[in-house]
C-alpha cells in the first residue's frame, strides 16, 4: 500500500485521520517531478497539511515529504550535513538532475530500504552536535493555522469561525520568515539552520571539578518510567559503577564510578546526550557535601560523622555561622518545685464523678444533702462499689430475676 513519508509532527497526536491521495496530483518541488499527493489534517485547530516533495527525493535525503526535516533528529538537513562532515553535491540542472534521480531510484530498489542511500548511507551513524540539538518530542504547534491577514489590517469579520490564527505577526524582517524550500533540501542558505549551529556553538559545556575524589555522576529529570536497569544499561559501557541511587520523590539519580576515568568519560558522552525513553536527562557532576548537607533517597542522613565529605574529608568551619546553643545551667541547691507546692503538701486529686444510670435521682451538690458515703443514707443512694454488701443490685440488668432467674442460682438477696 502506497503511504507517504512523514514525521511525528507532521503526521499530528491523533492516530486515526483521514487522507485524500491523488495521483500524479501535483509535481514535485524538488524534482519536477509528478508525485502521488497526500492530504490531511493532523488535528483539531490545525491547517490542512500536504507532501510537497515525492518519495524518491525523501528517501535520498531522508526526510519528511512535507516539512523536509530530517526523520531521525528532526533537524534541518543542513545541520545533520554538518553534524555527519558529509556534503552530498546534488545536481540542480534538469538533465544532469534527472539521471542523478534516476541512479539514485535504482539504488534505492536494490536496498532493503532501512538504511538511507548515498553518501548520507556511508556517513557514521551519529553526532555529539546533533545528539545535543535533536528534537525528542514531536512540536505541533507547527501545524497551526498561518495567521489571518485580514485581522491584522482590522478587516476580518468571520470573527470565532475563521480558520486562521488571529494573532500579531512576528517581525517581518526576521530571516527566519525568509525560507525557501529547495535550499531548505540542498542545504544551503537555511536561515533555520544557521540559527541551530549557533545554537550549538554557544552550548555550555560541563567542567570537570577539580577534586579528583568526585566519581559521582547527577541525572535528572528522570520521570516515573526510567529504572534502574535502564540507566546501568547506559552507564557501565564507560567503566565499572559502584552504586546507583534513585530519588524517586525529586526524580534524579546518581550514578558513582569506582574510578575517576570513566566517570569523566561517561559525563563527556553523556552530557546533553543521553536520551532514554524519549526523554533528555541532565546529567552533571555529583559534589562533595557534609554530613549536615547529604541526605539518602528516603530522607535520612548518612552514617558519615559531622563536617566529613565522601571520601571522608574534614571540612573547615564557616565563618560568621552562630554556635550551638549552651545547656541550661543546673543548680543542685535550686529546688525542682516548678509548681509553688508546700514540702508537705500532696498533690491534689481530681476526683471526676460520672453520671447516674438511668432510673437513678440525681444526688445533691456538695454541701447540700447528707454525706454520700454515710451507711445510714435516707435518699437510698447505693454506696461505691467497694462498700457494697455482697451480692446487692445496684443496675437493673444486674437483677438476677430480671431474665426470669431465680435468685437462688446467683446468690442474690
Known sequence: MDFP?????????????????????????????????????????????????????????????TCLLDLEYGLPIQVRDTGLSIKDDVPKSDVNKEYYTQNMEREIGNSDGTRPVGLLGKAPSSSDMLLKLARTT??????????????????CKRGEECPYRHEKPTD??????????????????????????KRASTMPRLDTPEDKSITTLYVGGLGDSITDSELRNHFYQFGEIRTTTIVQRQQCAFIQFATRQAAELAAEKSFNKLIINGRRLNVKWGRSQGEGGRRDGRGGKDGRGEGLTEMGLKLEPVPGLPGALPPPPVDEDTPTNYFNLGPNSAPPVMNISLPPP????????????????????PMG??????????????????????MGAHASRHGGS
Open 5 to 65: 513519508i512523514l514525521c511525528q509532527t507532521c503526521l499530528g497526536e491523533n492516530p486515526y485521520i483521514r487522507m485524500t491521495k491523488e495521483k500524479y496530483g501535483k509535481e514535485c518541488k524538488i524534482c519536477a517531478r509528478p508525485f502521488t499527493v497526500f492530504r490531511w489534517c493532523p488535528g483539531t485547530r490545525m491547517r490542512f497539511k500536504k507532501t510537497e516533495a515525492c518519495q524518491t527525493c525523501s528517501k535520498i535525503k531522508n526526510v519528511c515529504q
Open 138 to 155: 514531536p512540536y505541533y504547534k507547527r501545524n497551526r493555522p498561518h495567521i489571518c491577514s485580514f485581522w491584522v489590517k482590522g478587516e
Open 172 to 197: 517581518p524582517d526576521d530571516p527566519l520568515a525568509d525560507q525557501n524550500i529547495k535550499d531548505r533540501y540542498y542545504g544551503i542558505n537555511d536561515p533555520v539552520a544557521d540559527k541551530l549551529l
Open 358 to 377: 438511668p432510673g437513678v435521682a440525681m444526688p445533691p451538690p456538695p454541701g447540700f444533702g447528707p454525706p454520700m458515703f454515710h451507711s445510714m443514707d
Open 381 to 402: 443512694m447505693p454506696p461505691p462499689m467497694g462498700m457494697r454488701p455482697p451480692g446487692h443490685v445496684h443496675y437493673p440488668s444486674q437483677d438476677p430475676q430480671r
